[in-house]
């Protein structure tokens, strides 16, 4: 059984820049795409990076939802078994608990299709003040 575990939430002043991880345990290599996602108070859970792990690490194709182009980067460890995002000039807006999650499915580099991604962390609370 796979478990992912997130870490690096934290409370920052709008400008600031955090860095989540989410290490994954158990069988991993089952897995296509790795991404994050967030919910906010009152809001729907959005998509907000995925990765393709199914190939090399150096030039996995990623998406990234449009909000967070140019400000979020997704990443691999070397081992494959941990993904980084790093955030930079946060929002107020980006405010929310983050989710980790994978997907074994194909096609996975998607936003519209979140119930391909059947393992989910715990989430990590991210919270930018103004």
């Known amino acids: 059984q796979v478990q992912l575990v997130e870490s690096g939430g934290g409370s920052v002043q709008a400008g600031g820049s955090l860095r989540l991880s989410c290490a994954a345990s158990g069988y991993i290599f089952m897995f296509s795409c790795m991404g994050w996602f967030r919910e906010a108070p009152g809001k729907e859970r959005e998509g907000v990076a995925i990765?393709?792990?199914?190939?090399?690490?150096?030039?996995?194709?990623?998406n990234y939802a449009d909000s967070v182009k140019d400000r979020f980067t997704i990443s691999q460890g070397n081992a494959k078994n941990t993904v980084y995002l790093q955030m930079n000039s946060l929002k107020p807006e980006d405010t929310a608990m983050y989710y980790c999650?994978?997907?074994?499915?194909?096609?996975?580099?998607?936003?519209?299709?979140?119930?391909?991604?059947?393992?989910w962390g715990q989430g990590t609370q991210v919270t930018v003040s103004s």
């Open positions: 990765v393709y792990t199914g190939g090399g690490i150096d030039d996995a194709d990623t």
């Open positions: 999650a994978a997907s074994p499915r194909g096609n996975c580099l998607r936003f519209d299709a979140e119930s391909i991604y059947t393992t």
